[in-house]
């Protein structure tokens, strides 16, 4: 069943931020996850609204995911994370195909 992971960020510094989108994208190809959503500014119709960007991220499973978030290939983008945006990241799976 596949997985995802829904974050909401905010970019500090462009410049990092570009190094860690550039590794994340390699990471996530490499354990067969897909972009969905990146980047995208929210239409909030409910609840409180944000300034900040969603991405959403497919991947085949739950246990692909998080292979790919404990990788050292995701490891090297996260170097950049800490400095370059600040964000809520959530993993969520998805429903059983039918």
């Not at 996850?33 to 929210?42: F, I, K, Q, S, T």
């Not at 998080?66 to 969520?92: G, K």
Request: hydrophobic letters at 45%.
């Amino acid at each position: 069943m596949a997985a995802y992971v829904i974050s909401e960020v905010e970019i500090l510094d462009e410049r990092g931020a570009d190094e860690y989108r550039a590794r994340a994208a390699a990471s996530i190809e490499q354990y067969g996850g897909r972009y969905l959503v990146r980047g995208a500014a929210p239409d909030v119709v409910e609840g409180e609204g944000t300034s900040r960007r969603i991405v959403i991220v497919e991947f085949p499973s739950m246990e692909r995911l998080r292979e790919w978030y404990a990788s050292p290939a995701y490891a090297e983008a996260l170097r950049f994370r800490a400095t370059a945006l600040e964000r809520r990241l959530m993993f969520v799976e998805g429903l059983p195909e039918l």
